[in-house]
């Protein structure tokens, strides 16, 4: 880095699974769109595919085993305690959980309020938790969608950044709906850290609040 170029946005990424949209940041960053760079990518399962993907990509990879912090009553701060060690070392400025199947503590959520985000696979404030898509099939909703939301101490309860909708077509199967929510969440997620990136987010009680963006227009994310 020369003397005048300006410092990139560092990233962290969660992750327990497979890590598709761990992917499409790196997608975003590769191809331009998406000003930051990912620090660390940290997960609590060992064989996470995400981890896999982060090395293809030259991104540093690590599993925090949760056993050795098992059996103590104070074991989800204390795994935090050392997750935030690792955020702290590798100089993370914003958190993202992206299929983090681990609930956060206030060790972490209070030192990075407004600056961690999580994605979720319904329009919330329906459907937290999980097995969301055939909680919305079976509640017969037209629109399911996603949001990318700030983290609070409640579940998926935190400020909302952007949502998208996706509908709920006839004889969809919670993996079909599944998959097209995914699509979206591929769209939203790097967009919500760039918006971050840029100073753009100004989060007002439950409210945030994007600088520059216009009316709303008609379409299926917002804003876009
Ligand atoms: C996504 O559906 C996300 O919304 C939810 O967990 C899933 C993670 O998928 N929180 P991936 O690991 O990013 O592919």
Redesign the pocket.
């Known amino acids: 880095m020369s003397a005048e170029s300006p410092r990139l946005l560092r990233l962290a990424v969660l ?8 992917q499409a940041i790196i997608d975003a960053i590769e191809g331009g769109t998406l000003s930051a760079e990912i620090a660390v990518v940290l997960s609590n399962k060992q064989d996470a595919a ?1 981890l896999e993907r982060a090395r293809k990509h030259g991104v540093t990879a690590l599993w925090l085993d949760p056993k050795p912090f098992a059996g103590r009553p104070d074991s989800r701060e204390a795994y935090d305690r050392a997750v935030l060690e690792i955020l702290q070392k590798y100089e993370v400025d914003l958190v993202l ?4 199947m681990k609930i956060v503590t206030g060790v972490l959520v209070k030192t990075y309020e407004n600056r961690m985000m ?4 319904s329009l919330l404030p329906s459907f937290p938790g999980l097995d969301v898509q055939k909680k919305a099939i079976e509640h017969g909703c037209k629109i399911a969608g ?1 949001t990318v939301h700030f983290v609070t101490e409640g579940v998926d309860e935190g400020p909302i950044i952007i949502q998208a909708a996706v509908p709920v077509l006839e004889g969809d199967t919670p993996d079909r709906l ?1 998959a097209r ?2 699509e979206q ?1 591929h769209q939203v997620y790097p967009r919500a850290i760039q918006l971050y990136a840029e100073g753009r987010l100004k989060v007002e009680g439950r409210r945030v609040t994007v600088a520059g963006i216009g009316e709303a227009t008609t379409g299926f994310r917002y804003p876009t």
Do not use: F, M, T, V
């Open positions: 992750l327990s699974g497979r890590g598709s949209n761990l995400g959980l992206a299929g983090y999580n994605i979720h696979p996603c599944a929510i995914l969440e």
